[in-house]
T-cell receptor, first 115, second 113 residues
């Protein structure tokens, strides 16, 4: 089956620093990747849609200057949380869409804790 | 935009019993309905999906039914096992919204042995 990896799986950082999270599709090419945020005991909230070679499309209320997304290749997208603050602490999950059928396959998630 | 409601929020069943989770969607243009299982601290895992040209789909102990007229779809798990315990999310998507998934709120399933 389609495999999506994320790195790191967890990260702790100090307030004001930036953190980069990588999302890779390991065995298929993904023209579109998605970034989600999930708070404890809540559903997934779409943050942005990332298309290879073009600018990401952000959902309403998501600051594009704070959450920088780069989709440089068909197998890699990165999310950078800039000037992180404690309220940015969350579980960040990426997904990649298989070009053929349109299913989304999710990564294992990255737990971000900002002190 | 699309809105997906999911019920129940929690469900406890005895091992071996069946579990049913229901979702309704608002946009008749939605045409893809996946179900995801999420274990604690992990990403969601696609367990079954159905497209709008099909009314039912089955994969071993898991089945999904879709009623386009009523705009609802359901997940059925038979012969539940303790390892089925997790949070289950339904979702809907359609071309009108760039095939973005809109998720339900989730159902915590507990299978008691």
């Amino acid at each position: 089956g389609a495999v999506v990896s994320q790195h790191p799986s967890w990260v702790i950082c100090k307030s004001g620093t930036s953190v980069k999270i990588e999302c890779r599709s390991l065995d298929f090419q993904a023209t579109t990747m998605f970034w989600y945020r999930q708070f404890p005991k809540q559903s997934l909230m779409l943050m942005a849609t990332s298309n290879e070679g073009s600018k990401a499309t952000y959902e309403q209320g998501v600051e594009k200057d704070k959450f920088l997304i780069n989709h440089a290749s068909l197998t890699l997208s990165t999310l950078t949380v800039t000037s992180a603050h404690p309220e940015d602490s969350s579980f960040y999950i990426c997904s990649a869409r298989d070009r053929g059928w349109g299913e989304q396959f999710f990564g294992p998630g990255t737990r971000l804790t900002v002190l | 935009g699309e809105n997906v409601e999911q019920h129940p929020s929690t469900l406890s069943v005895q091992e071996g019993d069946s579990a049913v989770i229901k979702c309704t969607y608002s946009d008749s243009a939605s045409n893809y309905f996946p179900w995801y299982k999420q274990e604690l601290g992990k990403g969601p895992q696609l367990i079954i999906d159905i497209r709008s040209n099909v009314g039912e789909k089955k994969d071993q102990r898991i089945a999904v039914t879709l009623n386009k007229t009523a705009k609802h779809f359901s997940l059925h798990i038979t012969e539940t096992q303790p390892e089925d315990s997790a949070v289950y999310f339904c979702a809907a998507s359609g071309q009108e919204y760039g095939n973005k998934l809109v998720f339900g709120a989730g159902t915590i399933l507990r299978v008691k042995s």
